[in-house]
């Protein structure tokens, strides 16, 4: 299973860091929504669910998380540490979001508005999903 991770470009001097971000060019789509997750209770589990039409970049730009992505057949496990370090998750992935570190901040930009009708929230109905979309 292809992960795709990007590494974004600092713009560092003296001063510190700053990562500039645009659409198409350093996010692979047109950016619709942006939303971030902070103050996680300490061993939760977020996501736990797929999109039928949605891609997204993940960016853990505070503290460190772990991300599970199932695609139906293989998993993998990314640890998302640094700022600068983006993850793409493309339609009919299952993720979780787990390991939050404290004070970690992780920021999503979506290539859709939100629309609770995308989601898939049962791993079952997931794996059925993917099944029939490769038949195709
Ligand atoms: P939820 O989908 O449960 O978060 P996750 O699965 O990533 O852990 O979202 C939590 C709440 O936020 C839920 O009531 C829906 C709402 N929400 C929005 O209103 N807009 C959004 O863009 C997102 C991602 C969630």
Redesign the pocket.
Known sequence: MLVTKYVFQPHGDYRGQLIALEEFKDIPFRIK?V?YMYDTADGFV????AHKNLEQILVCIHGSCKIKLDNGYEQKVVPLEKPYEGLYVPNNMWREMYDFSEGAVLLVFASEL?DASDYIRDYDEFLEFVKNDKKE
Not at 46 to 49: A, E, L, M, S, W
């Open positions: 929504r939303y977020r996501g736990k669910h939100y």
